[in-house]
Structure formats: C-alpha cells, structure tokens
C-alpha cells in the first residue's frame, strides 16, 4: 500500500485532484468527509462539540455556518474545536483505509485527502505528500466565483490556513492548478505513473 496525502489551501482545486485519481484507481480518504462524519448527531463528537459551542440548529443538527463564524475569529475556539475533532477525524481515516486494505489488498494507492496537513504536522506519517498549488490571487478568485465566500472573508479563511510556502516545504510531488482542466489531467497522469513506481 501506497499512503498519499493530498493537501493545498482553499480554493485549490483538491477535490478536482482527488476525483480525478480516484478515477485512475486511487482509493479516496478525504479529511471533509471526515469532518462531517464525526459530529452527525448521535456521535461522541456531536456531543463534545454542542458541549462546548451553542451551534445547534433547530432541527437537531449542527449549524456548521454559525459554527464556522465562531471558530475562524476566534483562535483559541478554534484551537478547542481542533482539538475535539482531530482525534475522531484521524481514528476514521485510519479505519477507511483499514477497509480499503481489506477490500483491495496491498497493491492499493490510497489517497488521504488533508486540507490542513502543514498546518497539523503530520506529514511523516504519509509515503507521499501531494501539494495542489495556485497562487493566492487564484484561490480568492475562485472562492469568489464558486459563491463560497465573498473577498473579505476568503481573505481571513486563508490567514488562518498554512502559507503557500509552509505547504510547497512539505511537498514530494507539486500539482499546479492554475491553469485548465486539460493541464490538470496532463500533469495527473505523470502523477499517476510516479505513484505506481513507488507503489
């Protein structure tokens, strides 16, 4: 088994990245997906985090907007609601891949999909790490154009992320997104075959 992790700062285009190896036969672990799974309602991490932030909605579930809004101005919140869901995110990556083992045996690439690697460091516990990178202009602009966030607050979500130089320091295999899809895959496939050499 190959373990890749695949991170780069918001707006990136890492999800274009993992989709399109996931269709060159890459198994799929993502940090967001993650995220969400460990505070669905009835989850320990449902419980911790409505414990300690009022976020809950009226229907039950946690207002990720308003919980957002708290943590991204607030660091120490931020540096709790880390330290409340690193440890559940981690154990759930751990036993997708623990399946994908089984499923699919050794001869397996599995991807971890991690926004916030530089940020965590734990990159030594990953074979390769994978930086999807554009420059910081690009990642506003597409946050812009996607309706995420407006200037203003794309501006601020990035602060609080790992500089693009503290993600290019971490990087095996830079992947850079700023140009078109066609280019992406371009550079993909070289990805692809340097992945299953190591494999």
């Known amino acids: 088994m190959l373990r890749v992790a695949v991170t780069g700062g918001i707006g990136s285009g890492k999800s274009e990245v993992t989709e399109r190896l996931a269709a060159r036969g890459a198994v799929i672990v993502d940090a967001d997906v993650a995220a969400r799974a460990v505070v669905e309602p009835g989850t320990s991490g449902f419980e911790q985090v409505i414990a300690k932030f009022d976020v809950l909605d009226p229907s039950g579930r946690i207002d990720r907007e308003r919980l957002?809004?708290?943590v991204f101005s607030d660091p120490a919140q931020r540096q709790l609601l880390n330290s409340i869901l690193h440890p559940l995110i981690r154990d759930w990556m751990r036993e997708q891949e623990l399946t994908?083992?089984?499923?699919?045996?050794?001869?397996?690439?599995?991807?971890?999909?991690?926004?916030?690697?530089?940020?965590?460091?734990?990159?030594?516990?990953?074979d390769v790490v994978v930086v999807v990178d554009v420059p910081p202009d690009l990642q506003v602009a597409r946050l812009i154009a996607s309706g995420r966030l407006g200037p203003g607050p794309a501006r601020a979500r990035m602060k609080t992320q790992a500089t693009r130089e503290a993600r290019l320091a971490i990087a095996d295999i830079v992947i850079d997104n700023s140009s078109s899809l066609t280019a992406l895959d371009e550079r993909l496939d070289e990805v692809w075959t340097e992945l299953q050499a190591r494999l």
């Open 68 to 70: 957002a809004s708290i």
């Open 100 to 126: 994908a083992l089984k499923d699919r045996g050794q001869d397996t690439i599995v991807v971890h999909a991690i926004p916030l690697l530089a940020e965590s460091g734990s990159r030594d516990g990953y």
